[in-house]
């Protein structure tokens, strides 16, 4: 089955600067990889998602890429806020399974 | 106003028990889901649902059962609770007509926080 792994675990930044968050996944036939923000006692919420016959996709101050080649795929988020504190869960999916990765927690210093 | 809401929000019970956690969306999706949440924030499927097919992973014991009485409703029976159930339920629905199962996006509910002493 399909096996995601995401880096860092945890990820500091100032007020403005940019994140990056990196997954790799080990299925090529994995084709939809979503990417979900997960606040303080809730329940995840997508905020970016990418199929694999696109490489790059942009979302105002969010942004994520995949190489499908090397079978990995990233988060980028610029000009960063506190508010954009939380735990960030990459997923790569084919038809019937989803697999996440285990979650970068992001944390935003004013 | 809800999309996809879950009861209890809190679950506390003894070993050996037995209890239920509902979900309900009202999307319309055609699909729906159970993640297990452990306390490292890691998220593991545990059934993916719709009126064709329920799959089941397979690491899941049988002491958990998905039901649903409708399009809109899936809800998780737990069986003879253990220590190790511990956990945070996650609810989730989605719309796979079209793009097939787990390629769409998935709208979560709140969790339960299922805490078995």
């Known amino acids: 089955g399909e096996n995601v792994e995401q880096h860092p675990s945890t990820l500091s930044v100032q007020e403005g600067d940019s994140a990056v968050i990196k997954c790799t996944y080990s299925d090529s036939a994995s084709n939809y990889f979503p990417w979900y923000k997960q606040e303080l006692g809730k329940g995840p919420q997508l905020i970016i998602d990418?199929?694999?016959?696109?490489g790059e996709k942009k979302d105002q101050r969010i942004a994520v890429t995949l190489n499908k080649t090397a079978k990995h795929f990233s988060l980028h988020i610029t000009e960063t806020q506190p508010e954009d504190s939380a735990v960030y869960f990459c997923?790569?999916?084919?038809?019937?399974?989803?697999?996440f990765g285990a979650g970068t927690r992001l944390t935003v210093k004013p | 106003d809800t999309a996809v809401s879950q009861t209890p929000k809190y679950l506390v019970t003894q070993m050996g028990n037995d209890k239920s956690i509902k979900c309900e969306q009202n999307l319309g999706h055609d699909t729906m889901y159970w993640y297990k949440q452990d306390s490292k924030k890691f998220l593991k499927i545990m059934f993916s649902y719709n009126n064709k097919e329920l799959i089941i992973n397979e690491t899941v014991p049988n002491r958990f059962s998905p039901k649903s009485p409708d399009k809109a409703h899936l809800n998780l029976h737990i069986n003879s609770l253990e220590l190790g159930d511990s956990a945070v339920y996650f609810c989730?629905?989605?719309?796979?007509?079209?793009?097939?199962?787990?390629?769409?996006?998935?709208?979560f509910g709140p969790g339960t926080r299922l805490t078995v002493t």
């Open positions: 990418i199929r694999s016959n696109v």
């Open positions: 997923a790569a999916s084919i038809i019937g399974d989803m697999r």
């Open positions: 989730a629905s989605s719309q796979e007509m079209g793009t097939g199962l787990g390629l769409s996006e998935q709208y």
